[in-house]
T-cell receptor
Framework: KQEVTQIPAALSVPEGENLVLNCSFT??????LQWFRQDPGKGLTSLLL?????REQTSGRLNASLDKSSGRSTLYIAASQPGDSATYLC???????????FGQGTTLQVKP | DAGVIQSPRHEVTEMGQEVTLRCKPI?????LFWYRQTMMRGLELLIY????????DSGMPEDRFSAKMPNASFSTLKIQPSEPRDSAVYFC?????????????FGDGTRLSIL
């Protein structure tokens, strides 16, 4: 059974700092891995999707990497801003279903 | 594009009552997903549809839960009878095309409180 773990559960950093969020998964047989952002009281917004054949994806200040063999992904946020404050969730889509299995998320606070 | 639209945004009702949550997916999306989010269990997939047909309902917790998708632009999730442990935020999401490598688009959710 696929399990997704995110560390740390919460993170507080000063504005301008570069930071890394971690995601690990137990079953390497995945189609893709996705990173989402969730603001309080809102739904999830897709940030980046990495296909199983890819190593990384970039969008603006965000860069996500995938190492399938070790069951790990990282989300790198460059030059963090207070507007980046949110909960970040990673999710994996398995080989046999369309299901997304989510981690518990990392709640990020960027202080001005 | 209006995005995924869910209604109501908030629902407070008494135990034993029937609850119906509604979802309008993004036009052109042929896959629809219902999730439940709680502090204890995080985000869990309840059921998903492809081309209006239920594909996997293994996440539906009990027979009290049922979901329908009568057409490509509307889906409901019903709980009957409701219980306090059903209190959670319920999200609907939709995606386009091939199931595998397209991102899901989420609605803002329905916050359900069962008293």
């Amino acid at each position: 059974k696929q399990e997704v773990t995110q560390i740390p559960a919460a993170l507080s950093v000063p504005e301008g700092e570069n930071l890394v969020l971690n995601c690990s998964f137990t079953d390497s047989a995945i189609y893709n891995l996705q990173w989402f952002r969730q603001d309080p009281g809102k739904g999830l917004t897709s940030l980046l999707l990495i296909q199983s054949s890819q190593r990384e994806q970039t969008s603006g200040r965000l860069n996500a990497s995938l190492d399938k063999s070790s069951g790990r992904s990282t989300l790198y946020i460059a030059a963090s801003q207070p507007g980046d404050s949110a909960t970040y969730l990673c999710a994996v889509q398995g080989s046999n279903t369309g299901k997304l299995i989510f981690g518990q998320g990392t709640t990020l606070q960027v202080k001005p | 594009d209006a995005g995924v639209i869910q209604s109501p945004r908030h629902e407070v009702t008494e135990m034993g009552q029937e609850v119906t949550l509604r979802c309008k997916p993004i036009s052109g999306h042929n896959s629809l997903f219902w999730y439940r989010q709680t502090m204890m269990r995080g985000l869990e997939l309840l059921i998903y549809f492809n081309n209006n047909v239920p594909i996997d309902d293994s996440g539906m917790p009990e027979d009290r839960f049922s979901a329908k998708m009568p057409n490509a632009s509307f889906s409901t999730l019903k709980i009957q009878p409701s219980e306090p442990r059903d209190s959670a935020v319920y999200f609907c999401a939709s995606k386009q095309g091939d199931i595998r490598n397209q991102p899901q688009h989420f609605g803002d959710g329905t916050r359900l409180s069962i008293l």
